[in-house]
């Protein structure tokens, strides 16, 4: 394995204009992530001393979004898309003062496994290039790697300008190139613009490297990790790879799914073991679900943790901050934001617990509300431990109920009820015999005389 010192060039300057979009391709995801952190995050994983992220002109939220994935990484503008070569210099000044292996990686092939980009630059020891390349179903687009006699890759024909012969070769580049050269500006300065595009072509550094003597190594990946996104059909089918792959995973890991094809994942969705997920159940970024959980059918998470032992859905939301607790039980139509369920409490059915918490063993009734927002402000509602809740009650913020106190079906609290108490707001009932025959008897008597 390579010990030489990495700097990481991630080419992220193309609006992608197969996308038909207005923003550009770096910033569309997948599993949860823009394809700009995926491609940071392999980075790092692949454990990179510098990592610099080209973009174009214009694309204040691209810079913003790689500053937010990796803090202090440094950001080059190539002022127009003249090509993969052009692009990776415009990252001059960190290439001049890195001296050691540099990989190119393109933002829109986020599906290369570490492994992969490790087996990359491990080739490095016997060449002094690098190109990942693998056998596509369908090579339209992508360059043909043309092999010599002794498996070197001899040049890249980009798909427009190839022959057919070279079109039929099935080889093609997967676009991560790793160099150990005396100077890659060097060698990517000498690239000229005359092909079907027009533009500065990175793939012709094999060509010219072989004029100076530089041998170049092919390395060979799965189709699937390979997929290059330039259109939204492609887009969908990395998210599905990805899916699959992410269920595999938990799978594997001790996870239980009875439809996995139902169930997303997020990039960051952590599950325990023996956690068994029914079908259509979405996890959005930052989800957690510690052993032994139970997710019921048609649930939805964003942000969430869920606590061992806990029984979560069916039809469940939970919105950022909701933290749920071992062995609570959350059911059906029930919401919860920025709120904790402690140990065991249970809010069955149809209820919105916003901003709040509530107490070890608690019960939730149905119906009721945490009425956490006035129109201008969020305020907190504090359920005590084994406090019962009565259906319908409308708990208005900021309030306070006190462990094991009552609170009546039906009643709006807007005052601190104190621990063991019951609280109860609700008109007296009034009941008065053999009124309905009564009014039964004259509304027939009218009808006749109508
Ligand atoms: C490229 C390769 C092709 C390979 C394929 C793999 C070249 C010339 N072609 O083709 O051999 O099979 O990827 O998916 O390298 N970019 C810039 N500035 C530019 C142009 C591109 O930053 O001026 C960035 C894009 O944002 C993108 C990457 O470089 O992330 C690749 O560009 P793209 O236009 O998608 O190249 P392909 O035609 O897919
Ligand atoms: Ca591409």
Known sequence: ??????????????????????????????????????ALAAAKVVGAQDIAVVVGPDMAAVRAEALAQAP??????????????????AAAPALERHAGDVLVLFVDTPLIEASTLRRLLAALEQANIAVLGFEPDDPTGYGRL?????G??????????????????????AGAMAFRVPSLTGLLGRVRNDNASGEYYLTDAITLGRSDGLLAAPVVCAPEEALGINTREQLA???????????????REGVTMIAPDTVWLSYDTALGRDVSIEPNVFFGPGVTVEDGA?????????????????????????????????????????????????????????????????????NIGAGTIFCNYDGFNKHFTDVGKGAFIGSNAALVAPVKIGDGAYVGAGSVIARNVEAEALAIVRASQQVRPGWASKFRALMQSRKKKA
Do not use: W
């Not at 569309?28 to 995926?38: D, F, Y």
């Not at 043309?146 to 002794?150: E, I, M, Q, R, S």
């Not at 089918?237 to 799978?251: C, H, L, N, P, V």
């Not at 469940?316 to 709120?339: S, W, Y």
């Open 237 to 251: 089918t990395a998210e599905a790879i990805f899916q699959r792959r992410a269920r595999t995973k938990a799978m």
């Open 1 to 38: 394995m390579s010990q030489a010192s990495l700097l990481i060039v991630i080419l992220a300057a193309g609006m992608g204009v197969r996308m038909r979009s207005r923003r550009a391709k770096a910033l569309h995801g997948i599993a949860g992530r823009s394809l700009l952190g995926h």
């Open 146 to 150: 043309l092999l010599d006699a002794d």
């Open 294 to 362: 139970q997710i019921l059918a048609n649930s939805h998470f964003v942000g969430a943790r869920i606590g061992a032992g806990a029984r979560v859905g069916p039809f469940a939301r939970l919105r950022p901050g909701a933290n749920v607790g071992p062995d609570v039980h959350i059911g059906n139509f029930v919401e919860v934001k920025n709120a904790s369920l402690e140990a065991g409490a249970k809010a069955n059915h149809l209820a919105y617990i916003g901003d709040g918490r509530v107490g070890a063993g608690a």
């Open 72 to 89: 202090g990484v440094a950001l080059f503008e190539q002022a127009t898309q003249s090509g993969t070569a052009d692009a990776v210099l």
């Open 152 to 173: 070197h890759v001899a040049a890249i024909r980009e798909h427009k300008d190839a022959t057919a012969d070279e079109r039929a070769q099935r080889l093609c580049n």
